[in-house]
């Protein structure tokens, strides 16, 4: 008889833990919904930021060429053309232009 009791009491107990659980199942759904849709929100947000990231570290790169390629052509262009000028200007003003220094002055 008290092999009976304790499984009815068992079975009782079950059943009561079930109802519970059934009880607080549309909460638990519910939060663990909201779980998802921050997870999902937060996926996303860390896409674009990435993305975000990507784009202007390419945007840096990009300026950093472009640069890099004015400078190159200053240099190679317009620097010699300022030499040239530098350099007619120094011998319009009297002296001997040796590229980098003024030799003489012609009196």
Not at 64 to 83: C, F
Request: hydrophobic share 35%.
């Amino acid at each position: 008889m008290e092999f009976h009791q304790r499984l009815s009491q068992h079975v009782d107990n079950s059943k009561m833990r079930v109802e519970r659980i059934i009880k607080n199942l549309p909460e638990a759904l519910r939060r663990l919904s909201e779980i998802v849709q921050d997870i999902d929100i937060t996926r996303v947000q860390e896409k674009n930021r990435i993305a975000n990231l990507y784009t202007s570290l390419d945007d840096d790169v990009s300026k950093t060429l472009q640069w890099i390629v004015h400078l190159v052509s200053y240099e190679r262009n317009e620097g010699k053309q300022l030499e040239r000028r530098n350099k007619l200007r120094k011998l319009k003003k009297g002296g001997i232009w040796t590229g980098s220094v003024q030799a003489t002055n012609i009196i």
